[in-house]
């Protein structure tokens, strides 16, 4: 079963209004990271379908982010609920944990898994051993979609080329054609085939059906027109049926860089984040994880090292860079009693603090939950995008089809 991590920690509320019963709301909020979502209209169907559910009191779906903002009652609907939703209406979901406390969960589960080799003297990075980064898996991907673009370029090329200039100019031309555009209707277009055939089935159209549709009736029909000697003498669409793909992808290849890039200013900010502190317990020095630092401790920060968490000088004197938070160039003189910002680099001197922010109270942590906040936020252009995506594809489908029965029965009546 999911678990909901709000803003203000586990199982969070926000006292709305107060009930007939005198009782107040409790709202809270969730954030769910989808996948699947190929284009807007994908987004605007997941958003009604997690407003239809009871409880939800509002729901926001990002298609740049891939991420849904949902607020609603605990005491009616649950975020398994909606990830049940969601799976329903043929897409995947995860709730989100705030990125200082999912980072604390990982360190704690990578020090368990390391236990021994820290007892034998080992001095392993345990945020970091065995761990796949986010990083490297969209780089692998990023690699596969370049790859196919340009597959998909080098196949569709001369085909455009023999379509428009050479058509009709050497025997076999057609099949030369079908070689060419094959790989790319199949292998390239795969993924907007498969979203469609996914669509379908849950009884639902994206802009995927549109792009498999119209590709496949172009390849189909050429097919029929190369390989059934009756229709020898029809014309071949092999062009069409290349460039759909390929433009679209193009387009979607772009889109996911774009994507990638904005995260990537996300990740950054984690990055800045020091992974352990020194902490004096019991008159005892031990290096914890940064997850496991709590208010009111006190922790020594030596020169060079990163500042662990917020809090204010004890003992000692030194510089400190704060450039990454304010941006000044001169390092800052702390003292007895001066603020620390946690992730900040001493300098000179030995110090010895007392923590008071820690997690996702830490000044950076509130820089890194406002710029996610900003990226999944939706300008109302955007909102009106989404409700035109919605009835975009449907409109389409219902012309092409007028359109066919129009030249259908056109066709019979005057034959």
């Not at 979901?93 to 007892?119: C, F, K, M, T």
Request: with cysteine; aromatic share 4%; charged share 20%.
């Amino acid at each position: 079963m999911a678990t909901y991590v709000g803003p203000d920690g586990p199982q969070s509320g926000i006292d709305r209004s107060r009930g007939e019963q005198g009782e107040p709301e409790r709202i809270a909020a969730v954030t769910l990271a989808l996948e699947g979502m190929s284009c807007a209209s994908c987004a605007r169907r997941i958003e009604r379908g997690l407003q239809r559910l009871p409880g939800v009191k509002e729901a926001s779906v990002n298609f740049a982010t891939e991420k849904a903002t949902v607020l609603y009652d605990p005491g009616q609907v649950s975020p398994a609920l909606m990830v049940e939703k969601v799976e329903q209406l043929g897409y995947e979901a995860l709730p989100l944990v705030p990125s200082v406390e999912r980072r604390g969960v990982e360190e704690n589960q990578h020090r368990e898994r390391a236990g021994e080799d820290n007892a034998s003297g080992g001095s392993k990075d345990t945020a970091v051993a065995g761990a796949v980064s986010v990083t490297e898996m969209q780089q692998r991907a990023d690699r596969r979609r370049l790859w196919l673009l340009l597959m998909a370029i080098a196949l569709s090329l001369p085909v455009v080329v023999l379509s428009m200039l050479f058509m009709g100019r050497f025997p076999g031309e057609n099949y030369l054609l079908l070689l060419l555009a094959t790989p790319v209707w199949a292998v390239v277009g795969w993924e907007f085939h498969r979203n469609a055939l996914k669509n379908l089935r849950h009884g639902a159209a994206t802009m995927d059906t549109l792009i498999s549709a119209g590709s496949t009736a172009a390849y189909l029909l050429s097919l029929a027109a190369t390989v059934v000697p009756q229709l020898a003498d029809e014309p071949t669409f092999y062009d069409t049926a290349a460039l759909i793909i390929t433009l679209i992808y193009l387009g979607r290849y772009l889109e996911a860089r774009a994507k990638g890039e904005a995260g990537q200013a996300v990740r950054r900010l984690i990055g800045l984040q020091p992974r352990s502190a020194h902490v004096l317990r019991d008159g005892q020095e031990r290096e914890i994880a940064i997850a496991e630092v709590r208010p009111g401790d006190l922790l020594i920060v030596r020169p060079g090292e990163q500042v662990p968490v917020d809090g204010l000088v004890v003992a000692g004197h030194s510089t400190v860079d704060e450039s990454m938070v304010t941006g000044e160039s001169l390092p800052v003189e702390k003292g007895a009693g001066d603020a620390l910002i946690g992730a900040t680099i001493n300098q000179s001197g030995l110090l010895t603090m007392r923590a008071t922010r820690v997690g996702a109270d830490t000044l950076l942590a509130s820089i890194i939950r406002l710029v996610e906040q900003a990226q999944g936020s939706k300008a109302p252009v955007q909102r009106l995008a989404d409700q035109v995506a919605g009835i975009f594809v449907p409109a389409v489908l219902a012309i092409a089809f007028l359109t066919f029965l129009g030249w259908g029965l056109a066709g019979a009546l005057s034959g």
